[in-house]
């Protein structure tokens, strides 16, 4: 029903930058809110940043001031710019969306495949 194309993941050295983008593709009315969270073997996956259709934006203190995620509402695509980047940053980061369907009557919550990112330091 809806897909998510995540891109931009790779390997880089500590204090460094990387884009991430998401795009999304299919029966789609609307997006409510698109996200990027990460998770790291033997840990919860956790909230990176999330962007709603009302340009709300929440970051993980851990984050915050070195990501900045940003929306391209006529493309359906979301973005994840990393600067300043630790080798704890190291995860594999999930593109999520809430999305309406059929005129805004029904929602679903969707994922993206995952991307690599690997901090060296």
């Known amino acids: 029903q809806v897909q998510l194309v995540e891109s931009g993941g790779g390997l880089v050295q500590a204090g460094g930058s990387l884009r991430l983008s998401c795009a999304a593709s299919g029966s789609i009315f609307s997006i409510i809110s698109m996200g990027w969270y990460r998770q790291v073997p033997g840990k919860q996956r956790e909230l990176v940043a999330t962007n709603t259709s009302g340009g709300s934006t929440n970051y993980a203190d851990s984050v915050k001031g070195r990501f900045t995620i940003s929306r391209d509402n006529a493309k359906n695509t979301v973005y994840l710019q990393m600067n300043s980047l630790k080798p704890e940053d190291t995860a594999v980061y999930y593109c999520?969306?809430?999305?309406?369907?059929?005129?805004?009557?029904?929602?679903?919550?969707?994922w993206g495949q995952g991307t690599q990112v690997t901090v060296s330091s």
């Open positions: 999520n969306a809430h999305v309406a369907h059929n005129r805004g009557t029904s929602f679903g919550a969707y």
